[in-house]
């Protein structure tokens, strides 16, 4: 008898926790996701300029820094990640030097979302240009959705 009420406790134990291990992304009924990316446009006015984009967790643990690229959709992988932007001289890039992670420039939110199925989107791309420098900040706008 013993035995089977700890059992039976072990598995209410398991029935009650399972839903707090298990999670997903529902999608509502009559909507759909909508693929949103976000681009560099004219990085080729700015050839003395790098920019490099740091992906973290969101526990802060460093994921992956890469540098960004003319016309390249930029995503962050997992949707609860954070994808900052950085920016460099070429010449202190170029010796190899470490990345300076003072020169802050944007946290990017390119993550998808759900809208209305009577809204036709699909697929949003952002534009994001250089607008240049003011007070040793570099300046970036959104040009266009």
């Given at each position: 008898?013993?035995?089977?009420?700890?059992?039976?406790?072990?598995?209410?134990?398991?029935?009650?926790?399972?839903?707090?291990?298990?999670?997903?992304?529902?999608?509502?009924?009559?909507?759909?996701?909508?693929?949103?990316?976000?681009?560099f446009v004219n990085l080729g006015e700015y050839p003395?300029?790098?920019?490099?984009?740091?992906?973290?967790?969101?526990?802060?643990?460093?994921?992956?820094?890469?540098?960004?690229?003319?016309?390249?959709?930029?995503?962050?992988?997992?949707?609860?990640?954070?994808?900052?932007?950085?920016?460099?001289?070429?010449?202190?890039?170029?010796?190899?030097?470490?990345?300076?992670?003072?020169?802050?420039?944007?946290?990017?939110?390119?993550?998808?979302?759900?809208?209305?199925?009577?809204?036709?989107?699909?697929?949003?791309?952002?534009?994001?240009?250089?607008?240049?420098?003011?007070?040793?900040?570099?300046?970036?706008?959104?040009?266009?959705?």
């Amino acid at each position: 008898m013993k035995k089977i009420a700890v059992y039976a406790l072990l598995l209410l134990g398991f029935i009650l926790l399972f839903p707090l291990a298990v999670s997903a992304d529902v999608i509502l009924p009559n909507t759909h996701a909508v693929e949103r990316s976000i681009v560099f446009v004219n990085l080729g006015e700015y050839p003395t300029i790098v920019l490099f984009g740091n992906v973290t967790s969101p526990v802060g643990n460093h994921v992956e820094t890469f540098q960004v690229e003319n016309n390249k959709p930029l995503y962050k992988g997992y949707k609860f990640n954070k994808l900052l932007i950085y920016w460099n001289t070429i010449e202190k890039v170029d010796l190899g030097s470490r990345l300076n992670f003072d020169n802050f420039v944007a946290e990017i939110q390119s993550e998808s979302y759900y809208v209305d199925d009577i809204n036709p989107l699909m697929r949003e791309e952002i534009q994001d240009s250089i607008a240049g420098f003011n007070g040793g900040k570099l300046v970036v706008y959104e040009s266009k959705q």
